[in-house]
């Protein structure tokens, strides 16, 4: 019997995350769910709880430390930990809430690959798989959600330059753009969300298990395939001709 795969996902206790981690444990993978709400967290089925919050330093080093002594391995961090930050015009942004997305989203992306690389590198076999969650906003943004959108694009650069390190180290990075999926921020579209034009329209979601699916999908590559970047949306939302 093989030895199962070590998968860590933030944001694991709810919506996306909380589906990635079943979808990951039904794959056979040993997951580490991290987040901040035990009780969310212990409530995923089949997997390793840890109360960490991406932007404390000092959480992520002892989250990193309990896969490191628990398991002695890292194959796969799924980096889902993110907030969509308040709604508005951005001049009407406060710097707390703009520096609160930027702490979560960005920072608190790269402290966990950080920490992931430096795992990585040093195991044996070396190597491993990270997943960044983007999102369609990595392209395109929605109205008066500019912390969100300017945080999502400086993940696809994060996931660029760490792609391109991480080939010295056999180290995978990757990112899944997500649009519409079903799920709690998502839940109020069916009634009319804010378009470009400064109309209001409903938005058709997909079902949230096809994001697991897709994580499982990229997950079982060999280290030598890479999916780079893959956008998964409901087929007829308004993002290829958002505008």
Same mark, same amino acid.
């Given at each position: 019997?093989?030895?199962?795969?070590?998968?860590?996902?933030?944001?694991?206790?709810?919506?996306?995350?909380?589906?990635?981690?079943?979808?990951?444990?039904?794959?056979?993978?040993?997951?580490?769910?991290?987040?901040?709400?035990?009780?969310?967290?212990?409530?995923?089925?089949?997997?390793?709880?840890?109360?960490?919050?991406?932007?404390?330093?000092?959480?992520?080093?002892?989250?990193?430390?309990?896969?490191?002594?628990?398991?002695?391995?890292?194959?796969?961090?799924?980096?889902?930990?993110?907030?969509?930050?308040?709604?508005?015009?951005?001049?009407?942004?406060?710097?707390?809430?703009?520096?609160?997305?930027?702490?979560?989203?960005?920072?608190?992306?790269?402290?966990?690959?950080? !920490?992931?690389?430096? &795992? $990585?590198?040093?195991?044996? @076999?070396?190597? #491993? /798989?990270?997943?960044?969650?983007?999102?369609?906003?990595?392209?395109?943004?929605?109205?008066?959600?500019?912390?969100?959108?300017?945080?999502?694009?400086?993940?696809?650069?994060?996931?660029?330059?760490?792609?391109?390190?991480?080939?010295?180290?056999?180290?995978?990075?990757?990112?899944?753009?997500?649009?519409?999926?079903?799920?709690?921020?998502?839940?109020?579209?069916?009634?009319?969300?804010?378009?470009?034009?400064?109309?209001?329209?409903?938005?058709?979601?997909?079902?949230?298990?096809?994001?697991?699916?897709?994580?499982?999908?990229?997950?079982?590559?060999?280290?030598?395939?890479?999916? !780079?970047?893959?956008? &998964? $949306?409901?087929?007829?939302? @308004?993002?290829? #001709? /958002?505008?």
């Amino acid at each position: 019997m093989s030895t199962p795969k070590i998968a860590l996902v933030t944001g694991g206790g709810s919506g996306l995350g909380r589906v990635i981690a079943t979808a990951l444990t039904g794959a056979g993978y040993r997951v580490v769910v991290a987040g901040r709400t035990r009780a969310s967290l212990e409530s995923v089925s089949g997997a390793d709880p840890v109360v960490a919050d991406v932007t404390d330093p000092d959480a992520v080093r002892a989250l990193f430390d309990h896969v490191a002594d628990r398991y002695g391995r890292l194959d796969l961090l799924v980096n889902n930990a993110g907030v969509s930050g308040p709604v508005g015009p951005a001049d009407e942004l406060s710097e707390a809430d703009w520096q609160a997305v930027v702490d979560t989203n960005l920072t608190g992306s790269f402290r966990c690959a950080q !920490a992931a690389f430096r &795992l $990585m590198k040093a195991q044996d @076999p070396r190597g #491993g /798989r990270i997943i960044n969650n983007g999102s369609v906003s990595a392209h395109v943004p929605r109205p008066n959600a500019v912390a969100y959108t300017a945080t999502k694009h400086a993940i696809a650069g994060l996931t660029k330059a760490l792609s391109l390190e991480g080939r010295a180290h056999d180290i995978a990075v990757s990112q899944l753009d997500i649009g519409n999926a079903a799920s709690d921020m998502t839940a109020g579209f069916g009634s009319g969300t804010l378009q470009a034009d400064g109309s209001r329209r409903p938005e058709p979601t997909m079902d949230a298990t096809h994001v697991g699916d897709m994580v499982v999908h990229m997950a079982g590559l060999p280290l030598s395939a890479n999916v !780079a970047f893959v956008t &998964l $949306m409901a087929t007829t939302m @308004p993002f290829i #001709g /958002r505008g």
